[in-house]
């Protein structure tokens, strides 16, 4: 037991650089005290304890406000941050090093009795606010984004973010490299499709360019197979895109009321 908790409170120390010392973590971390409480609850849950483990559960609900069934089933290492507001339900499964922050939801979507809530397995982490809900498994290692709803499987080492949740797969660097660089031809700032901001729009823009890229090669070889048969087509430089084509690339100056009225005028 007492090994158990010391590796408890080695894991905050691992994941939340606020935390100082040993004495600070385990006496002003509510998701400690939850976790703690919600072993004991089970304990007494898989011995027929039933009720007395319900009674724990609701205490611990309401000294930490993170509520867990004590039928669910929970790895080592499992570190809550903050924490209010997170909802366990009975046949929900955590593995080993997995992390929640507050808002979380662990739920179902079926009232029948059996398997309804989510697998979590070794290492994910779920982002404020998501709600991973269904009979389903998150594979080991991967991230829910915040305020995600997430009601599928997801893959190992994956990202899923939105609502409903989606895949985020995160581009070759040769991908990468062709798309800044299509980007920069016709004056564009591809902002946002980078790994630190998995947009679903910014994956749609990147795959945008992939396609441009595409009609610009087959066009080329079109002129090229045209003059290897005598044509003497060449083909004029594209022109390059003015500003004003994309103007939510710089930010848009204040103009009063007025002032909108006159230039609407002109």
């Not at 945008?208 to 610009?216: F, G, N, T």
Request: glycine fraction near 12%; include cysteine; aromatic fraction near 8%.
């Amino acid at each position: 037991m007492f090994k158990g908790i010391r590796e408890d409170i080695q894991s905050v120390f691992h994941r939340d650089p606020a935390a100082r010392n040993a004495f600070e973590v385990l006496t002003c971390y509510p998701g400690l005290h939850a976790v703690w409480l919600h072993r004991l609850a089970h304990g007494l849950w898989v011995r027929n304890w039933k009720w007395l483990a319900r009674m724990i559960s609701n205490f611990g609900r309401w000294f930490t406000g993170i509520e867990i069934h004590p039928g669910a089933k929970i790895g080592r290492r499992f570190f809550i941050d903050h924490g209010v507001g997170i909802v366990i339900g009975e046949t929900a499964e955590l593995g080993d090093d997995v992390t929640l922050y507050q808002g979380v939801t662990l739920g179902g979507t079926s009232w029948n009795k059996g398997k309804r809530h989510p697998t979590l397995e070794d290492g994910v982490v779920v982002g404020a606010g998501a709600k991973v809900l269904g009979p389903f498994t998150v594979g080991a290692g991967a991230k829910i984004g915040s305020n995600a709803v997430v009601t599928k499987a997801v893959p190992a080492g994956a990202t899923a973010v939105g609502i409903p949740g989606r895949i985020i797969v995160k581009p070759s660097d040769e991908v990468e490299a062709k798309r800044q660089e299509i980007a920069k031809r016709f004056g564009f700032d591809a902002y946002g499709m980078s790994e630190d901001m998995p947009d679903p729009v910014a994956r749609s823009i990147g795959q945008i360019l992939d396609h441009l890229e595409a009609v610009e090669s087959r066009l080329e070889g079109m002129c090229e197979a045209m003059n290897k048969l005598g044509s003497d087509y060449k083909g004029e430089k594209l022109p390059d895109l003015p500003d004003f084509a994309f103007p939510c690339s710089e930010p848009v100056e204040d103009f009063s009321v007025g002032e909108i009225d006159k230039s609407v005028d002109k």
